[in-house]
């Protein structure tokens, strides 16, 4: 995992409008809203950051780009995503890089708490998530609407030992 960089727009773009990637995330974004985004992930972070954190996923073997993670901190506690292509689910991508990036944020920023939040129905972010070790903490009903469905979320937490 890279840092992102202006390089990577067309990858972030297709993570943001492939619809088999945001179908169970986020509707949509318009073009100045994507652009916007991407402008403040690009931002370098620091641990009093107030915004994401977001890396590339890099394939070891072909260097070829695949998806993003991150994290972004408030009050102690890191928020982390990810997305990837689609050609890379259920290939232990997901977990690989968000194992990383926690074992990352707890070995140099010391943080201990990590949330996730991911939209029901989502049930491969959810494996992702839960062979990371995190666990469902709460479900919030009708937490947001997504190509006008309602959708509950649910939080996963990990406490780092």
């Given at each position: 995992?890279?840092?992102?960089?202006?390089?990577?727009?067309?990858?972030?773009?297709?993570?943001?409008?492939?619809?088999?990637?945001?179908?169970?995330?986020?509707?949509?974004?318009?073009?100045?809203?994507?652009?916007?985004?991407?402008?403040?992930?690009?931002?370098?972070?620091?641990n009093a950051a107030e915004h994401w954190l977001c890396l590339t996923i890099i394939l070891r073997e072909t260097g070829q780009a695949i998806g993003v993670t991150g994290l972004c901190l408030t009050s102690g506690e890191a928020e982390v995503g990810y997305l990837l292509l689609p050609q890379f689910y259920g290939r232990g991508f997901g977990t690989e890089s968000l194992t990383a990036l926690v074992d990352w944020a707890k070995a140099t920023q010391d943080i201990v708490k990590f949330k996730a939040v991911v939209t029901e129905g989502n049930v491969g972010s959810e494996r992702v998530l839960?062979?990371?070790?995190?666990?469902?903490?709460?479900?919030?009903?009708?937490?947001?609407?997504?190509?006008?469905?309602?959708?509950?979320?649910?939080?996963?937490?990990?406490?780092?030992?």
């Open positions: 995992m890279v840092p992102l960089t202006a390089a990577d727009w067309p990858l972030f773009q297709a993570l943001h409008t492939e619809a088999d990637v945001i179908a169970l995330c986020f509707d949509p974004p318009t073009e100045a809203e994507l652009q916007q985004k991407f402008q403040h992930r690009l931002t370098p972070w620091h839960e062979k990371a070790g995190f666990s469902l903490a709460a479900i919030i009903p009708d937490a947001h609407t997504i190509a006008g469905k309602r959708y509950a979320d649910h939080i996963y937490y990990h406490q780092a030992v």
